[in-house]
C-alpha cells in the first residue's frame, strides 16, 4: 500500500514537471523590449525572427556561429508563411552584416566588400517583405514587425550606401555617362545607380563625404525634423569649407551640405524574380522635392532629414568666430556679401531671406530657420536663402552690395524672372539686418542728396560731382519681387548705445578694405574743404558700428523713406526692462521707440533681450505670418 502511494505522487510529480508552461508577469519597462527589440534596438534577434527559428527547430544562439545554417533552414519552402520567412532572412543577414562590420576601422577591403553584400542581401529580403508579398504595406500599416523590416531595410540601404561610396569611388565616377547613371560589378552583384540633384552640381561629379544623418546631434538646435518612410538619410558634403574665398567673385552658392534620401531596389517583377536576382540599383534624392517614391507600383513616403544638413552645414562653418574677426579685418576677411541657398534651388517654391544683424553671421538664425523648414506646411512652400555678410561695412555700402548679390542670385537661377520663386519673396532682417532689408523695400527719391546739401551746404557743381562718386549707394530703388518684410529688433532711427563708450572702443577696432577707406576719403574731399570743421563728419559712416548710431547722417536722412506701398510689414521686438511703459522700453540695445514702425500689419513685443529672434515666440510669430502670407500669396 504504502509502495503504491509512492508511485502515484512520484508519478503526479513527474507529470506536473511535464507540464513546462508557466505564467511569468512582464513589466512595464519590459513591454516595448519584448515588442519592438531587435538586432538593431537590442542587439538580439527580434521575437519574430526566434519564432521563425523555433519553427525549424533552431536556437537562436546558433546563428551568431553558423548564420547559413538558419537560413539555409528557413529557406526550406512551405515551412512557414512568406512574410515570416523573409523578415527573418532580412534580419538574419543584418546580424551577419553587423558582425562581419565589427573592428573594420583598418581592415582589408575584402572583410568591409564581404559585410557590404551582406547588407545587399539585408536589404533584398527587407525589400521583398515589404512590397512582393500578398499583404502590401498599408495592409500591415499597425503591425511592428513591418516598422522593424522598414528599419532593416533603411539601415541596410544607408551602410551599402556609405561603403559602395568609400570603396568604389572611382568605379563610380570612371563609370558615369552624361546623365549622371553608372554601373559596375561587386563581387557577385552588379551595382546600378543614378547621380540626381542631391549628390553632385554637374552629374559627373561626386561629393567628397557621405554623412548618415542619424550619426549626427547637435547642441543649440532644439529639435531635429525629419520624415519616416523608406530610404537611407544622408548629408552630401559638396565642399568641406563653408566660407571660401576663392569664390567670392561669385555672390550665391547652394548649401555645400545638401540632403539626399536613398533608395534600393532589385530588377525583377515576381518574388523570386528579386530572390534570384543580382542586379541592384541605387537612386539618390532631394527630399525637398520629393514627398514619395514608387517601389513595385505602391506609392511609398520617401525618407527624409531636414535638420542635419543645416546643422553640419552651420557646426563646420566657423561663423561664430569668423564674424568677429571679419569684423575687426583679421582672419579670412570676408570681403562682400555671399547668399547661401539652404537647398538646391526650386523655382516653385517661395523664398525666404534672412539677414543677420552687426558682428553675427547665418548662425543668428539657427534655430529660427530650423522650425520654419520643420513646419511641414512651410517647408513645402518655401526655400530659404541666408546673406552672410561683412558687419564691419557701413550700412550705406553693405545695402548696395548685398542688394546686388541678391538680385544677381535671382537672374542666376532665374534669368527670365517669371518663376513662382521671384514673387511674392520675403525679407526678414534682425537688428542691422532689419536696416537694411527695410533700404531693399524703399526707394531713395532724393531724400540722401537733399539731406547731404542741406547738412554740409554744397554747391550744385559738388552736388553734381558726389552724385557721380556715390550714386549706386545714394540712389536706390526697391528690390523687386518682395512683397513683405520682418523686421526683428530693428533700430530704424538708431540706437544711443552705438554713442556710448564701449562702442566707441569697439569701433576704434574695425578694420575696412583700404579701397572702402580710400573711397570715402575721396567723398569727404567733395564734401567739405580741407580747411573745414566739418571735415571730419564723413568719416564716421567708416565705422558700421557708427552707423548705427541715432545720430549717423545717413540714418537720419533714410530712416523715413518711404517703404513700397505694395510691401505689408511686421514687426517683432523685444523687452528687456519690463518695469517700464512700453513706449521708453528697450531690448538693451534698441528703444521701443526705434523698433516702432508706423504702418507695420502686426507689432509683437515680446520679453527678451537683444536676440529675440531665437525666442519660441518670435519663431512662432514668425511662422504665423509666413503662414499668413501662403494664404494671401497663393502658389498656383
Not at 540632403?259 to 540599383?281: N, P, Q
Request: aromatic residues 8%.
Amino acid at each position: 500500500m504504502v509502495v503504491r502511494v509512492f508511485v502515484w505522487m512520484l508519478l503526479g510529480i513527474v507529470l506536473t514537471g511535464c507540464a513546462g508552461v508557466k505564467v511569468v508577469e512582464v513589466g512595464a519597462s519590459d513591454y516595448m523590449s519584448l515588442r519592438r527589440g531587435d538586432i538593431l534596438s537590442a542587439g538580439r534577434l527580434s521575437t519574430f525572427t526566434r519564432s521563425a527559428l523555433q519553427v525549424v527547430g533552431i536556437d537562436d544562439s546558433v546563428c551568431l556561429r553558423q548564420s547559413s545554417l538558419c537560413r539555409d533552414a528557413l529557406m526550406q519552402v512551405g515551412v512557414m508563411d512568406e512574410e515570416q520567412r523573409l523578415s527573418a532572412l532580412s534580419e538574419l543577414w543584418l546580424q551577419e552584416a553587423l558582425v562581419l562590420a565589427k573592428g573594420l576601422s583598418g581592415a582589408s577591403d575584402w572583410r568591409r566588400e564581404e559585410a557590404l553584400l551582406a547588407y545587399v542581401e539585408s536589404g533584398r529580403y527587407a525589400y521583398a517583405y515589404l512590397f512582393l508579398t500578398e499583404r502590401k504595406p498599408a495592409m500591415r500599416a499597425l503591425e511592428d514587425r513591418q516598422t522593424q523590416v522598414r528599419d532593416y531595410y533603411n539601415f541596410a540601404v544607408q551602410k551599402v550606401v556609405i561603403e559602395t561610396f568609400d570603396l568604389h569611388r572611382d568605379d563610380i565616377t570612371s563609370s558615369l555617362d552624361g546623365n549622371g547613371n553608372y554601373r559596375f560589378p561587386v563581387g557577385p552583384w552588379m551595382i546600378n545607380g543614378f547621380v540626381e540633384q542631391g549628390f553632385s552640381n554637374e552629374k559627373t561629379e561626386l561629393p567628397q563625404e557621405l554623412v548618415p544623418a542619424a550619426s549626427l546631434t547637435f547642441k543649440g538646435l532644439r529639435n531635429i525634423y525629419r520624415r519616416d518612410g523608406v530610404g537611407a538619410e544622408l548629408v552630401a558634403v559638396r565642399d568641406k569649407r563653408v566660407i571660401n574665398r576663392n569664390s567670392q567673385d561669385v555672390a550665391w552658392s547652394e548649401t555645400p551640405f545638401p540632403a539626399v534620401s536613398v533608395v534600393m531596389s532589385f530588377s525583377g517583377k515576381t518574388l523570386d524574380e528579386v530572390l534570384a536576382t543580382h542586379e541592384v540599383t541605387l537612386i539618390g534624392y532631394d527630399p525637398y522635392r520629393r514627398d514619395s517614391v514608387q517601389l513595385e507600383g505602391i506609392e511609398i513616403p520617401l525618407a527624409a532629414n531636414f535638420t542635419s544638413a543645416y546643422g553640419l552645414w552651420l557646426a563646420r562653418s566657423g561663423f561664430a568666430s569668423q564674424a568677429l574677426l571679419t569684423l575687426v579685418g583679421r582672419g579670412d576677411v570676408l570681403e562682400k556679401p555671399h547668399v547661401y541657398l539652404m537647398q538646391p534651388y526650386d523655382p516653385n517654391r517661395r523664398i525666404v531671406i534672412m539677414l543677420h544683424g552687426l558682428a553675427s553671421s547665418p548662425e543668428a538664425w539657427i534655430n529660427v530657420a530650423n522650425e520654419v523648414l520643420g513646419d511641414e506646411i512651410l517647408r513645402r512652400h518655401y526655400q530659404i536663402w541666408q546673406v552672410y555678410y561683412p558687419t564691419n561695412i557701413p550700412l550705406i555700402v553693405n545695402h548696395y552690395e548685398i542688394q546686388k548679390a541678391i538680385e544677381a542670385t535671382l537672374k542666376h537661377v532665374d534669368a527670365t524672372g517669371t518663376s513662382e520663386a521671384s514673387k511674392d519673396i520675403v525679407l526678414i532682417g534682425h537688428s542691422m539686418g532689419g536696416i537694411l532689408s527695410r533700404l531693399m523695400v524703399s526707394s531713395s527719391t532724393n531724400n540722401v542728396w537733399d539731406g547731404i546739401e542741406k547738412k554740409y551746404g554744397l554747391d550744385e557743381e559738388r552736388i553734381n560731382a558726389l552724385r557721380k562718386n556715390m550714386g549706386p549707394y545714394g540712389e536706390f530703388k526697391p528690390l523687386k519681387g518682395v512683397d513683405r518684410a520682418i523686421f526683428i529688433a530693428t533700430p530704424h532711427r538708431g540706437t544711443p548705445v552705438a554713442e556710448n563708450r564701449f562702442a566707441r572702443w569697439i569701433s576704434s577696432l574695425i578694420a575696412l578694405p583700404v579701397s572702402l577707406v580710400n573711397r570715402f576719403k575721396d567723398v569727404a574731399q567733395l564734401v567739405v574743404d580741407p580747411a573745414s570743421a566739418k571735415h571730419q563728419t564723413l568719416t564716421t559712416p567708416l565705422s558700421s558700428i557708427g552707423s548705427l548710431s541715432d545720430k549717423d547722417p545717413f540714418m537720419q536722412m533714410t530712416y523715413n523713406l518711404p517703404i513700397l506701398p505694395s510691401v505689408q510689414y511686421h514687426s517683432i521686438i523685444g523687452n528687456n526692462t519690463p518695469n517700464l511703459p512700453l513706449e521708453k522700453s528697450d531690448d538693451g540695445v534698441v528703444p521701443y521707440g526705434s523698433a516702432h514702425l508706423a504702418g507695420a500689419q502686426s507689432e509683437k513685443v515680446i520679453p527678451s533681450w537683444h536676440s529675440v529672434q531665437e525666442t519660441p515666440e518670435a519663431i512662432v510669430e514668425i511662422r504665423r505670418i509666413l503662414r499668413l502670407h501662403l494664404k494671401e500669396y497663393p502658389l498656383p
